[in-house]
């Protein structure tokens, strides 16, 4: 047996009557007036307090955004001067160096010896002065070539593992262990058979 489909009846409309309020007698319409003449100033007080209350909102956001173009402002500029003076203490340590290489080459009668004798310490008070910026030597004589920090300029056949430094050319260095200049290096490659 077949089912027959179900269908919704629509709701029955609901009509509302509006309510008529009675007929105001003389004391009630006297209380309306009155009621409606006591909510008018509390509008009015509200509305100036309102108005008050936007101008107190509105002086403390102006207050409030011009203390922030000043901090503003005033970061930009300290960030000018770290720019700026960034190297003030590096070189204030390099000046030493700079007075020792001046006061070797004044000398008359110096000696080879003398002379030799200032260029390593010339040669401290800069190593000094690297040291004191986080200025770091990178010497990777017989390490495994790493070509983050080398550059291989050749490779020759050499005895022992292949891809080592067998040879520094020039020195790398770091500045705060971030490679500034990487090493120029000759590395080990297998021999030939």
Known sequence: MQEKPQTEEAPAELTV???????PDAETAVEQVSTSAD???SLEEALRQAELQASQNHDAWLRAKAETDNVRRRAQE?????????AEKFAQSMLPVKDSLEA?????????????????????????????AGLAEESP?????DPNRHQAISAVEAE????TVVKVLQKGYLLNDRMIRPALVVVSKAKSA
């Open 104 to 132: 070797a080459l004044a000398t008359e009668n110096a000696t080879l010896e003398t002379l030799r004798q200032g260029v390593e310490l010339t040669l401290k008070q800069l190593v000094s002065a690297f040291n004191g």
């Open 141 to 145: 004589d017989g390490k495994k070539f």
């Open 78 to 86: 300290d960030i000018a001067k770290a720019a700026k003076f960034a």
């Open 17 to 23: 009557q509006p309510e008529v309020p009675p007929a």
């Open 160 to 163: 022992g593992e292949p891809n």
């Open 39 to 41: 909510v008018m100033p």
